[in-house]
């Protein structure tokens, strides 16, 4: 997946009007951020060996500091999005810092505002659609197991009948059909199974053959 970048012209001069951007709950390491950085609109030199800090304090009130990369030749600072810079929906007040040597400086505030994720505080439902597909797939092999099951059951049946000269050999298909007829119960059985034990109840309509599903009432 390709990365997004946000690009922000942010002020090395505190003071100016303060940006926003936005970003969701969810966001690491795939969104980066890029800060252009100039001096009231002036261009803005970043000295060799300087090293970037972009600094934040969340909604909750805690803070964190990660370094960034710096492209002196373009001056800018470039950090990938880090899992406690969104951990907490709201504004996140932040700045970039940059050090060299024994000098620092920093950049005016901006905010982030941080997008709740859909599934902040929510509670996961039992019957998810992952469960839902789950059990559609094994009652359907269970179905079609049983089905093949009974088309050999009913290829021995035949075998039986056509060996009529033979007692043994009857008797031996006669057995091996009552076999797959068994296990084409057994298969049956399997099925309404997973569907007894699903958050959904599974039916299939005979006019057009298709395996249908309904939510259980009082679940």
Not at 26 to 32: F, V
Not at 60 to 85: C, H, L, N, P, R
Not at 112 to 131: F, K, R, Y
């Amino acid at each position: 997946m390709a990365t997004q970048t946000i690009e922000l012209k942010l002020d090395i001069i505190p003071g100016a009007v303060v940006p926003v951007i936005h970003v969701s709950q969810t966001d690491k390491t795939w969104r980066k951020l890029k800060f252009l950085l100039h001096a009231r609109g002036s261009e803005f030199t970043i000295p060799s060996g300087t090293v970037a800090l972009v600094n934040g304090k969340k909604a909750d009130g805690k803070g964190f500091s990660y370094e960034g990369t710096v492209d002196t030749e373009s001056a800018a600072v470039t950090i990938g999005m880090q899992e406690q810079m969104s951990a907490c929906p709201g504004p996140v007040i932040m700045e970039v810092m940059l050090q060299n040597g024994s000098e620092i400086i920093g950049s005016a505030n901006f905010i982030m505002m941080v997008e709740p994720g859909p599934l902040n505080d929510a509670v996961i439902s039992d019957s998810d659609m992952q469960a839902v597909m789950e059990a559609v797939a094994n009652i359907a092999q269970a179905l079609a197991a049983a089905q093949t099951a009974t088309e050999k059951a009913a290829a021995a049946s035949s075998s039986a009948s056509a060996a009529a000269g033979s007692a043994s050999d009857a008797l031996a298909y006669k057995n091996q059909a009552k076999e797959y007829r068994d296990e084409a119960e057994q298969f049956r059985d399997d099925a309404a199974g997973y569907a007894g034990a699903a958050s959904y109840s599974f039916y299939v309509k005979a006019a057009d053959g298709i395996m249908y599903m309904r939510y259980k009432e009082g679940e």
